[in-house]
């Protein structure tokens, strides 16, 4: 509890979001780095030097040494401090956590109360987001997949269902990779595992209760991310409906897709397979990308991969709703389709 009528502190996380309020993280940068609330802003109370410097101070002379240590070090800060917490607050009203919710977003949500500014403190800080994070991700949904070779363009159609007003979670964009061997090209920087869940559990809470969710049939790991186990073990369970295109037009795509990849990205994934591809295959696709052959490399990469493709499939055989050739069908159709199969699936058609 707190006697600062500018101070409020929420420990419901749903309640938090429903603020709708800037976010800011008073943990030091490299704590924010590893993981926080998507979203938030860092306005670090403590630089990385300055929390290394606390905590050995803390484990040698004690807690009141190490808070006196901290405030001569945060004392000519303040002043930016201060105006930093007002230039990110939306109508004088922010949103402040901490590592546990203790004493740095204590002294910040003070200075910033200090400007009048409404101060909404989440006790428990991110310690408690990531109690949250871990429910959330564990809450079991109606789940829908969509599997496919590569190249078939499920992640396209996951966007146009999203477009039709579909649930979905696409999560090669919440770990900033395609999946493939190739899938960190053209991408940003993969987050955290950590932050990875953290970006899961935000969007997994926005699937409204009762609804059928769609997602990708993915492997376990997305890069250097790992989906979690509450929800890998929904999908390995989930019904799923496969798309197909003729193999033509999925080369067509992937030679699309990483035009503007340089030979060295290229090199670099192709020795990332090497051993899966086999030495002759993985030596022709090498020769076709040094005589500018992208189509030659997808095709000799696309033996590979449909072999996994195969195995996928038969092993999955008992939760396949349909296998659906999508080379001719227009998008509109296929989408309306199906929302068809959801519907019949999980009786939502009387």
């Known amino acids: 509890m707190t006697n600062n009528p500018l101070e409020q502190c929420v420990s419901d996380i749903d309640a938090l979001f429903a603020l709708n309020l800037p976010i800011v993280d008073v943990r030091a940068p490299i704590e924010f780095e590893k993981g926080h609330i998507p979203g938030a802003i860092n306005i670090?109370?403590?630089?990385?030097?300055?929390?290394?410097?606390?905590?050995?101070?803390?484990?040698?002379?004690?807690?009141?040494?190490?808070?006196?240590?901290?405030?001569?070090?945060?004392?000519?800060?303040?002043?930016?401090?201060?105006?930093?917490?007002?230039?990110?607050?939306?109508?004088?009203?922010?949103?402040?956590?901490?590592?546990?919710?203790?004493?740095?977003?204590?002294?910040?949500?003070?200075?910033?109360?200090?400007?009048?500014?409404?101060?909404?403190?989440?006790?428990?800080?991110?310690?408690?987001?990531?109690?949250?994070?871990?429910?959330?991700?564990?809450?079991?949904?109606?789940?829908?997949?969509?599997?496919?070779?590569?190249?078939?363009?499920?992640?396209?159609?996951?966007?146009?269902?999203?477009?039709?007003?579909?649930?979905?979670?696409?999560?090669?964009?919440?770990?900033?990779?395609?999946?493939?061997?190739?899938g960190a090209i053209g991408e940003a920087p993969q987050p955290t595992q950590s932050h990875f869940e953290n970006r899961l559990a935000i969007a997994l809470s926005k699937v409204k209760s009762g609804d059928v969710v769609w997602l990708e049939a993915e492997s376990r790991r997305i890069g250097c991310c790992q989906i979690p186990d509450g929800l890998w073990q929904q999908m390995t369970k989930a019904p799923r409906i496969y798309l197909e295109r003729d193999v033509t037009e999925r080369i067509e795509r992937l030679c699309l897709d990483y035009q503007e990849a340089s030979i060295v990205e290229l090199e670099r994934a192709l020795q990332g397979i090497r051993k899966r591809l086999g030495s002759e295959t993985h030596l022709r696709a090498l020769q076709s990308l040094h005589a500018n052959d992208r189509q030659g490399v997808v095709e000799?990469?696309?033996?590979?991969?449909?072999?996994?493709?195969?195995?996928?499939?038969?092993?999955?055989?008992?939760?396949?709703l349909e296998v659906i050739d999508i080379s001719t069908m227009p998008l509109s159709d296929l989408i309306g389709y199906l929302k068809t199969l959801k519907d019949e699936k999980y009786g939502l058609i009387e």
């Open 300 to 320: 000799q990469v696309l033996s590979y991969y449909d072999r996994w493709y195969e195995k996928h499939k038969a092993t999955y055989q008992d939760q396949i």
């Open 44 to 182: 670090p109370l403590l630089t990385n030097e300055d929390r290394h410097q606390v905590g050995l101070c803390y484990r040698q002379f004690g807690h009141h040494k190490a808070v006196e240590l901290g405030l001569e070090l945060v004392g000519p800060r303040l002043g930016l401090l201060a105006k930093l917490g007002r230039e990110h607050s939306a109508n004088n009203q922010l949103i402040v956590y901490c590592q546990r919710g203790g004493k740095r977003s204590q002294s910040m949500s003070w200075l910033w109360s200090q400007l009048g500014i409404q101060v909404y403190r989440l006790a428990g800080g991110y310690k408690r987001f990531r109690h949250w994070t871990g429910q959330t991700i564990l809450d079991s949904r109606r789940v829908l997949l969509l599997a496919g070779g590569t190249g078939v363009g499920k992640t396209d159609v996951l966007l146009a269902l999203a477009e039709a007003g579909e649930s979905i979670v696409n999560l090669e964009g919440l770990a900033n990779h395609k999946g493939s061997a190739f």
